[in-house]
């Protein structure tokens, strides 16, 4: 059997998110072809050797039944025992690059892309502008820095500069699941808005909120040959997909296909295929779009190398519409990872 050592929590605030994922990779992996391990870092980035049961990982109570914490001396002899390592980490630490150099350092098979394309695609900065120089459109945006001096002066020549207008979204470079994001109509609205996303990151980004907009997202599987799937449509339950919407308030939902035209949903595909590339992505990865429906315009917004496996996530539902099942993704990605 395959030796796979599955990998949930982390020091990200998407903690939690990540045990919803991995109790539902853990559900979904076969366990007749896998040899599964586990273990669980905590928000202190502690490392754990758990074997207690995913209902445990699913509602985040898994540090209850955690035991042999490990030396950080020993971390990289426990890993070099697998075949394959699935980190399902969100956020920082997990889904930038950090871990992904580690296996690479200890020559570790790992499903997911690599170092760099991880490094370059959690950074909203750098993967904007690699995107707007291929000719896809990005939402009209600056960005902060936590210690310059930052004026109200400032910020609304900025504001005139960038050719935008209130209201604003105001988030954090390096963060997932909404973290630390505002929507603002004003001077005062945004200097707390700025304030509340240093808490997150010391880069954050002012970008055009549109208000007429679709949020369609787009799931890439492979390696050497893409599997582009079918568009899928965010429908929120509030007023823009931030974490309550995501996670908490149970009215939003999703709809596949995203109810555009078809040669909206073709554009996106193909979008979706050539960020996937110039960002260097590898085997996953979930790319984020909005359609202003006034415009008729398609803009690029993010790209998630490691998405959402929860039961309601779109990444695996975009894909399971396209005939490809949960099981059959995992099986997918760990291919992937041990024939690089």
């Not at 754990?48 to 049961?53: N, P």
């Not at 907009?213 to 931030?242: M, Q, W």
């Not at 975009?318 to 993704?329: A, F, K, R, T």
């Amino acid at each position: 059997m395959i030796k796979v050592l599955v990998i949930f929590g982390g020091m990200s605030s998407e903690h939690s998110i990540s045990c919803l994922s991995a109790s539902n990779v853990l559900e979904n992996i076969d366990k007749n072809k896998y040899d599964i391990t586990k273990i669980g870092i905590d928000k202190l980035g502690d490392w754990f050797k758990y074997t207690g049961s995913n209902e445990n990982i699913k509602e985040n109570k898994w540090k209850e039944d955690a035991n042999n914490k490990y030396k950080i001396t020993d971390i990289l002899v426990e890993l070099k025992k697998y075949d394959c390592i699935f980190p399902v980490l969100h956020g920082k630490y997990g889904e930038d690059g950090t871990i992904q150099g580690v296996f690479e350092l200890a020559k570790i098979p790992y499903i997911g892309c690599d170092t760099e394309g991880s490094s370059i695609a959690m950074d909203k900065i750098i993967s904007k502008e690699l995107v707007k120089n291929i000719g896809i459109n990005v939402v009209e945006y600056f960005y902060l820095n936590k210690y310059e001096n930052i004026t109200n002066e400032k910020l609304e020549k900025l504001i005139n500069i960038n050719n935008l207008n209130y209201p604003l979204i105001v988030k954090p470079n390096k963060e997932g699941s909404s973290y630390g994001v505002s929507k603002v109509n004003n001077i005062d609205e945004l200097n707390k808005a700025i304030k509340f996303s240093f808490e997150f990151d010391d880069k954050i980004l002012i970008e055009k909120y549109i208000s007429n907009r679709k949020e369609i997202e787009c799931a890439v599987l492979g390696e050497k040959t893409l599997h582009i799937s079918t568009p899928g449509e965010i429908l929120s339950a509030n007023e823009f997909y931030d974490f309550n919407s995501k996670y908490e308030n149970n009215k939003s939902s999703n709809q596949i296909p995203a109810n555009v035209d078809l040669n909206i949903l073709n554009e996106i595909k193909t979008y979706a295929f050539k960020i996937f590339n110039v960002l260097r992505l590898r085997g996953i990865s979930r790319v984020d779009f909005f359609f202003d429906t006034k415009e008729n315009k398609v803009y690029f917004n993010e790209v998630n190398t490691l998405p959402g496996f929860t039961n309601i996530s779109m990444y695996p539902k975009m894909l399971e519409y396209d005939g490809i099942e949960y099981s059959q993704i995992i099986d997918k990605l760990i291919t992937y990872a041990l024939e690089r």
